[in-house]
């Protein structure tokens, strides 16, 4: 809800995984890691990116997040630079 009040452009998950998978790569090595999700895929199949109230509201607020890796180091940077660091969600997105 913050992000859509300051009017934030994007808004930047830090986890402890390098982006979003079908299923928890720790449980199973078959996990398969997304390039880019859109709002209603990760809604749909229950992801857990985030509580599904703030992805509702990202998708209406058309604010992407960026899911990526907090423990490499430069990832903050790259993330900001808009380089490829984890996963995308958003509007705009194909599943990949």
């Known amino acids: 809800m913050r992000a859509a009040e300051i009017d934030a452009e994007v808004v930047f998950k ?5 982006g979003v998978y079908d299923c928890d790569p720790q449980l199973n090595p078959n996990a398969r890691r997304y390039e880019s999700l859109t709002y209603s895929h990760v809604l749909a199949h229950d992801l857990r990116v985030m509580d599904g109230t703030a992805i509702a509201l990202c998708k209406e607020n058309d604010i992407p997040i960026i899911v990526f890796d907090l423990s490499v180091p430069g990832n903050i940077v790259r993330a900001i630079k808009g380089e490829s660091v984890g996963t995308i969600v958003g509007g705009f997105c194909d599943v990949r």
Not at 14 to 18: E, F, I
Request: hydrophobic fraction near 40%.
């Open 14 to 18: 830090a986890t402890k995984v390098d």
